[in-house]
């Protein structure tokens, strides 16, 4: 079986770990989910997006 790299979100430390061995959080794919331009779900992406903006008041 691959292992792979791993991210700590707490403490932002790498490891192949399924645990942070320092923290005991769980770790994360540090690497962001594959493009499509048939994305069904960007238009509800954008409008949480909208929606995080407008109550920082950045929109």
Avoid at 51 to 56: A, P, Y
Wanted: proline residues 8%.
């Amino acid at each position: 079986m691959a292992e792979h790299i791993l991210k700590c979100p707490t403490e932002h430390r790498y490891t192949m770990e399924k645990k942070c061995p320092s923290c005991g959080s769980d770790t994360l794919t540090p690497r962001p989910p594959k493009f499509s331009l048939n994305d069904k779900y960007s238009s509800l992406r954008r409008e949480v997006k909208k929606k995080e903006l407008i109550e920082k008041g950045l929109y």
